[in-house]
């Protein structure tokens, strides 16, 4: 198992996962990527948050940019940008 990390990107910030989450593979932490955006994107609509997060920086613990995964991948076509 790998650890992988999934900082923020938030406009022009990168929030930093101090954590990250073991998982067997990259694949893996695809569909991490993509169940944590639809928790924070179903919390900020349940809250009424104007402004969210733009997607996930996939990092592994060298701390390299495995993958970029934007939150409008996972919307309903009609709210894509």
Do not use: C, W
């Amino acid at each position: 198992m790998a650890r992988y990390f999934f900082h923020l990107v938030a406009g022009d910030h990168l929030i930093l996962d101090e954590e990250g989450t073991e998982l067997p593979d990259l694949a893996a932490a695809q569909r991490e990527a993509k169940l944590g955006a639809r928790e924070l994107l179903g919390e900020a609509i349940k809250s009424g948050e104007e402004a969210v997060a733009d997607g996930f920086v996939i990092a592994n613990e060298a701390g390299h940019t495995l993958e970029t995964f934007s939150f409008s991948e996972i919307m309903p076509k009609p709210f894509r940008r």
